[in-house]
């Protein structure tokens, strides 16, 4: 495939509709052939022809298909032409090059999920999610029964600010090149990506480490000529992330989409629209989405925690601002999403945790105390200003940046489970540590409440540090607190014999995780939950544990009378 420079990857899904994302060498007509893989050879196979779209001097294109059959298995081929009307050249690879449409939601088919996050590539020790290519190729005969419908990539997938660099990515070009090196330069990895449907949301290393960490972050650096890195990180993620997530939507539905549209229609370079754009974007003249949603049951919402943190304006105090995760328009599209799934279980996806260990979440959660009014009495106003200020410089010291610090939306987060039905799932990664938590609103009945199950897998391909190895151990023995509105508690660790040891429940080695749901027949809605981390053992992908769930909520129904 001496004609591709990345690619391909499987992205957005649904019961009848797939793309395909890809990079090439030279600008090209790209066709895509797919035919159901249980159908034999001379049936008429689903064909799409896109043709790249120029940015930056680099070429790219997107085929979507169509009015495919749901929870079908498919195989596919890419070809290419020179010339728009010049018959393709069909592409030779050895990658297992096929992906599943999803059950339709009325089906009652179990969901499995892989997800992870954090993989640097300068880091030593086992990749698991190359390994993870392994496992799947070992196990295509039973991909229907074994293989998972969607991989979310929950953040890192690049480290654009690794010291082995020697410099942080500023330009358009130097975050593409990162890119290519993480999907294009390890077998394994690319074998996961042309199999597996992958989703994708960005945390803070796709820019630079601890972006937005505080309100006054972003201010900050565009004074010292950041919005470079900034927009041009944006552009780089869009074109390998987020432009695959939003594929199967109109482009009417989102500026980028339109962009690319238009792009590929004229021909001309769109790196200045993209930019431009995404500019309006980090100045706040005008929003921006990254969020997005799944077509699953149970179903999935992914947010944008990163960049629709609260921003302060040059010159303004963080004090004068709440501090918010997320944004109150993201905030209430989770609140309409929701109300159509009154009845299921949620899996909500966060690329920082909200629950995190019981000591560490106290902690963030006492930085992140404020009043959400501002004060009228003149004196209490200075000194609510001069301790928000000492928090602020607290939580960047500490690297505080998870959902509890930012109070506002804490506080909604919290209102929004305690009017649940279902239990809800928070997936995460970030913390460079793999653990597993559950939390409710206290006073109500187990019958009745709704429970918070936080699962963090992390990382693919990283690890703390010494000293940070210490403080997670040193403060892992606390098991359960109240603080903030939920009791919450961690999660056992089932362990295997051959690995080493996950003391107080935590996982501190690469891994990834397959977590499935089993819909219940008692309840509509409920789910029976496993949760396995796969490590590297002996250069092959094996479980190396497992969450302790309580009983689904049926159960836990049918105890209480």
Same mark, same amino acid.
């Given at each position: 495939?001496?004609?591709?420079?990345?690619?391909?990857?499987?992205?957005?899904?649904?019961?009848?509709?797939?793309?395909?994302?890809?990079?090439?060498?030279?600008?090209?007509?790209?066709?895509?052939?797919?035919?159901?893989?249980?159908?034999?050879?001379?049936?008429?196979?689903?064909?799409?022809?896109?043709?790249?779209?120029?940015?930056?001097?680099?070429?790219?294109?997107?085929?979507?298909?169509?009015?495919?059959?749901?929870?079908?298995?498919?195989?596919?081929?890419?070809?290419?032409?020179?010339?728009?009307?010049?018959?393709?050249?069909?592409?030779?690879?050895?990658?297992?090059?096929?992906?599943?449409?999803?059950?339709?939601?009325?089906?009652?088919?179990?969901?499995?999920?892989?997800?992870?996050?954090?993989?640097?590539?300068?880091?030593?020790?086992?990749?698991?999610?190359?390994?993870?290519?392994?496992?799947?190729?070992?196990?295509?005969?039973?991909?229907?029964?074994?293989?998972?419908?969607?991989?979310?990539?929950?953040?890192?997938?690049?480290?654009?600010?690794?010291?082995?660099?020697?410099?942080?990515?500023?330009?358009?070009?130097?975050?593409?090149?990162?890119?290519?090196?993480?999907?294009?330069?390890?077998?394994?990895?690319?074998?996961?990506?042309?199999?597996?449907?992958?989703?994708?949301?960005?945390?803070?290393?796709?820019?630079?480490?601890?972006?937005?960490?505080?309100?006054?972050?972003?201010?900050?650096?565009?004074?010292?000529?950041?919005?470079?890195?900034?927009?041009?990180?944006?552009?780089?993620?869009?074109?390998?992330?987020?432009?695959?997530?939003?594929?199967?939507?109109?482009?009417?539905?989102?500026?980028?989409?339109?962009?690319?549209?238009?792009?590929?229609?004229?021909?001309?370079?769109?790196?200045?629209?993209?930019?431009?754009?995404?500019?309006?974007?980090?100045?706040?003249?005008?929003?921006?989405?990254?969020?997005?949603?799944?077509?699953?049951?149970?179903?999935?919402?992914?947010?944008?925690?990163?960049?629709?943190?609260?921003?302060?304006?040059?010159?303004?105090?963080?004090?004068?601002?709440?501090?918010?995760?997320?944004?109150?328009?993201?905030?209430?599209?989770?609140?309409?999403?929701?109300?159509?799934?009154?009845?299921?279980?949620?899996?909500?996806?966060?690329?920082?945790?909200?629950?995190?260990?019981?000591?560490?979440?106290?902690?963030? #959660?006492? &930085?992140?105390?404020? %009043?959400? @009014?501002?004060?009228?009495?003149? *004196?209490? /106003? $200075? !000194?609510?200003?001069?301790? +928000?200020?000492?928090?602020?410089?607290?939580?960047?010291?500490?690297?505080?940046?998870?959902?509890?610090?930012?109070?506002?939306?804490?506080?909604?987060?919290?209102?929004?489970?305690?009017?649940?039905?279902?239990?809800?799932?928070?997936?995460?990664?970030?913390?460079?540590?793999?653990?597993?938590?559950?939390?409710?609103?206290?006073?109500?009945?187990?019958?009745?409440?709704?429970?918070? #199950?936080? &699962?963090?897998?992390? %990382?693919? @391909?990283?690890?703390?540090?010494? *000293?940070? /190895? $210490? !403080?997670?151990?040193?403060? +892992?023995?606390?098991?359960?607190?109240?603080?903030?509105?939920?009791?919450?508690?961690?999660?056992?660790?089932?362990?295997?014999?051959?690995?080493?040891?996950?003391?107080?429940?935590?996982?501190?080695?690469?891994?990834?995780?397959?977590?499935?749901?089993?819909?219940?027949?008692?309840?509509?809605?409920?789910?029976?939950?496993?949760?396995?981390?796969?490590?590297?053992?002996?250069?092959?992908?094996?479980?190396?544990?497992?969450?302790?769930?309580?009983?689904?909520?049926?159960?836990?129904?049918?105890?209480?009378?």
């Amino acid at each position: 495939m001496e004609d591709l420079r990345a690619g391909p990857l499987v992205r957005a899904v649904s019961p009848d509709g797939i793309t395909i994302w890809t990079e090439w060498k030279q600008p090209c007509e790209v066709t895509l052939s797919a035919a159901p893989a249980d159908v034999a050879g001379d049936a008429q196979p689903h064909v799409v022809v896109a043709r790249t779209v120029t940015i930056g001097s680099r070429y790219y294109a997107l085929c979507v298909l169509t009015a495919l059959r749901p929870a079908t298995w498919y195989t596919y081929h890419l070809g290419c032409a020179d010339k728009p009307g010049e018959p393709a050249t069909w592409l030779e690879t050895t990658l297992l090059q096929c992906f599943r449409t999803l059950d339709l939601p009325d089906a009652g088919q179990p969901l499995r999920l892989a997800y992870g996050s954090c993989r640097r590539l300068t880091a030593p020790g086992p990749d698991a999610l190359s390994a993870f290519g392994g496992w799947l190729r070992d196990r295509y005969a039973e991909r229907e029964t074994l293989w998972p419908r969607v991989l979310l990539l929950i953040g890192d997938q690049i480290y654009a600010d690794d010291p082995a660099q020697r410099s942080q990515a500023r330009s358009f070009a130097e975050f593409a090149l990162l890119y290519v090196k993480a999907w294009a330069g390890d077998e394994g990895v690319r074998q996961v990506l042309a199999a597996l449907a992958s989703l994708m949301i960005f945390d803070d290393h796709e820019i630079t480490n601890n972006w937005n960490i505080t309100p006054l972050w972003q201010a900050q650096r565009l004074r010292q000529g950041g919005a470079q890195m900034l927009i041009d990180g944006l552009v780089a993620y869009w074109v390998y992330q987020g432009w695959g997530n939003f594929g199967l939507q109109d482009a009417a539905d989102h500026d980028l989409l339109a962009i690319m549209r238009q792009a590929e229609e004229s021909g001309l370079d769109a790196l200045a629209a993209l930019q431009e754009r995404i500019r309006q974007a980090i100045y706040r003249v005008k929003t921006l989405k990254w969020d997005y949603t799944l077509p699953t049951m149970p179903p999935i919402f992914v947010f944008d925690a990163r960049a629709d943190r609260s921003v302060a304006p040059d010159q303004q105090s963080a004090a004068d601002i709440a501090p918010r995760i997320i944004g109150k328009e993201q905030m209430a599209r989770l609140y309409a999403w929701a109300g159509a799934y009154e009845e299921s279980t949620l899996v909500l996806v966060s690329s920082v945790p909200a629950l995190l260990p019981p000591a560490i979440g106290l902690a963030e #959660y006492m &930085l992140g105390l404020r %009043p959400l @009014r501002p004060m009228a009495f003149a *004196p209490l /106003r $200075r !000194l609510v200003r001069f301790v +928000s200020s000492r928090q602020h410089g607290v939580s960047a010291r500490m690297g505080f940046e998870h959902w509890p610090v930012f109070y506002a939306t804490w506080r909604e987060l919290v209102a929004f489970c305690a009017q649940r039905k279902r239990d809800l799932f928070i997936l995460s990664g970030d913390v460079h540590f793999s653990y597993a938590m559950a939390a409710h609103v206290p006073g109500s009945p187990p019958s009745k409440r709704a429970v918070l #199950y936080q &699962l963090v897998t992390s %990382p693919f @391909r990283n690890e703390l540090g010494p *000293p940070e /190895r $210490r !403080l997670i151990l040193a403060q +892992s023995g606390l098991k359960q607190l109240i603080y903030g509105g939920l009791h919450m508690r961690t999660l056992a660790l089932a362990r295997e014999k051959e690995t080493e040891p996950a003391p107080f429940g935590l996982l501190l080695q690469n891994v990834i995780a397959l977590v499935t749901y089993l819909p219940q027949a008692e309840e509509k809605g409920v789910y029976e939950v496993e949760h396995v981390y796969m490590g590297v053992v002996e250069r092959k992908l094996v479980k190396v544990g497992a969450t302790n769930f309580p009983a689904p909520r049926s159960a836990r129904h049918q105890e209480s009378t």
